[in-house]
């Protein structure tokens, strides 16, 4: 079993930066794949970004790519996403994801986080 557990949401203004936060509980977090997905008022979650376990191998989705970073620190347990120049349309609900390949679907994940809200105000 692994617990996620998400921080660094918050409200910020189109145009500025948050970064998101993942600790994880489990001692093997090095081999793990790590994603972040978002959730917006009614749509369905969708990928953000993911993260090989060596950090060697990133991959975004486009609507994000160039504006957000995704990074780990195995020795803390740690994922980050940094998201820069934020839009409106990225509000949602942020959450982080565990599994054991590079995969873009979050049904894939094998454990979750409960999520981090972000509002970015127009």
């Known amino acids: 079993q692994v617990q996620l557990v998400e921080s660094g949401g918050g409200l910020v203004q189109a145009g500025g930066s948050l970064r998101l936060s993942c600790a994880a509980s489990k001692r093997t977090f090095s081999n793990y794949v790590m994603g972040w997905f978002r959730q917006a008022p009614g749509k369905e979650r969708e990928f953000v970004a993911v993260?090989?376990?060596?950090?060697?191998?990133?991959y975004y989705a486009n609507s994000v790519r160039g504006r957000f970073t995704i990074s780990r620190d195995n020795a803390k347990k740690t994922v980050y996403l940094q998201m820069n120049s934020l839009k409106p349309e990225d509000t949602g609900v942020y959450y982080c994801?565990?599994?054991?390949?590079?995969?873009?679907?979050?049904?894939?994940?094998?454990?979750w986080g409960q999520g981090t809200q972000v509002t970015v105000s127009s």
């Open positions: 994801a565990c599994g054991t390949g590079l995969f873009t679907e979050w049904g894939q994940y094998d454990y």
């Open positions: 993260i090989s376990s060596s950090s060697s191998y990133r």
